[in-house]
């Protein structure tokens, strides 16, 4: 194993990541690194052998970590990485910092960035995969980005160089955010209160809060037109598509489709992460022969299949 730097934060060898998914499933990383600071992150990775793979992991709210474990340095940022700063109409949050937590900081600034209320997972994550909800998303409102190149430079990255698009974005390779910059419009913290709070509600009345998942699994597949060609501007919903396929409570064992919800794809008790995967994969193929699309999985998989 190539010898690796000695930071100043904690370095752990062949951690394993099932304790750090929401999903409760996985296998180790060869590494894992929680620096100390921006500056240990840096100069962590400036000395890291460039041979070295790195992945960044947010909380693991969108991920599945394949059971035979990653391959990689895993960097997992902490409480240094943080911080929401309010200044006039901008806010600075750390990529650590939860997305939700983020949301109540700006409304009680009167600040509205609401729709960051009820995204599960953290600022880089959400950058990351442009996440959204209630038809807003973070390229709404994102100026720029602070992150840390895999060569150790730390770089501002203005929104627009990031292509973001429907839960993607052009991030470099092994690039780690550091934090995210919003510009945010006015609003009454009592009523940007009261928004979110219905927001819950309606999330928690029609979505598997309690349970294991890791948020929706694929992404709402776009429409056809009359001739049958991809229709961009007609979205379905992954949900009816799996409903329609009858896939709605299918099971392998520890795994199971929501019967709440139908796009949540749940650890229902003993899981492994190939459970998970092969029934995701199983809905897949039970859509494609029931109406033709090709679902696109919006959980992130990462890492190896457990060698017999």
């Known amino acids: 194993m190539t010898p690796l730097p000695t930071p100043r934060g904690a370095l752990t060898p ?3 990541l099932s304790d750090l ?35 960044p992991i947010g909380v693991g ?3 599945i970590v394949r059971d035979g474990g990653i391959r990689a340095v895993v960097i997992r940022l902490g409480r240094g990485f943080n911080g ?28 509205d960035l609401t729709f960051l209320r009820t995204i599960p997972g953290s600022i880089g994550g959400a950058v990351r995969m442009n996440a959204g909800c209630y038809g807003s998303y973070v390229s709404d409102a994102l100026v720029e980005i602070r992150l840390v190149t895999r060569i150790g430079e730390v770089q501002t990255v203005p929104a627009a160089a990031l292509n973001l698009r ?6 470099p390779e092994g690039a780690v955010v550091l934090s995210a910059t919003f510009r945010a419009a006015p609003g009454d913290p009592a009523e940007l209160e009261a928004r979110m709070a219905d927001q819950i509600a309606k999330r928690d009345a029609s979505q598997p809060t ?30 009816k598509v799996i409903d329609d396929a009858g896939m709605r409570g299918a099971r392998l064992g520890g795994a199971q489709m929501s019967p709440m919800h139908s796009n949540f794809l ?21 859509v494609f022969l029931s109406s033709g699309i090709t679902l696109e999985w919006e959980i992130m998989r990462v890492g190896e299949f457990l060698q017999d």
Do not use: C, M
């Open 166 to 171: 429907y839960r993607q974005s052009d991030l």
């Open 84 to 111: 929401i700063v309010v200044e006039g109409d901008l806010v600075t949050a750390g990529a650590a910092a939860l997305d939700a937590h983020v949301a109540k900081r700006a409304a009680e600034a009167g600040l």
């Open 14 to 16: 062949n951690r394993p």
């Open 210 to 239: 309690k349970d294991r998942s890791a948020g929706s699994t694929f992404r709402n597949p776009l429409g056809r037109s009359s001739t049958g060609t991809a229709d961009d501007t007609h979205e379905l919903k992954a949900w």
């Open 21 to 55: 998914t929401w999903l409760r499933v996985g296998g180790p990383a060869d590494w894992l690194f929680q620096p100390a600071d921006e500056a240990d992150l840096a100069t962590f990775l400036a000395a890291l052998d460039p041979a070295v793979p790195v992945f």
């Open 266 to 286: 749940i650890n229902a008790g003993g899981a492994t992460a190939a459970d998970l995967e092969n029934l995701g994969e199983d809905v897949r193929k039970k």
């Open 61 to 63: 709210s969108n991920l």
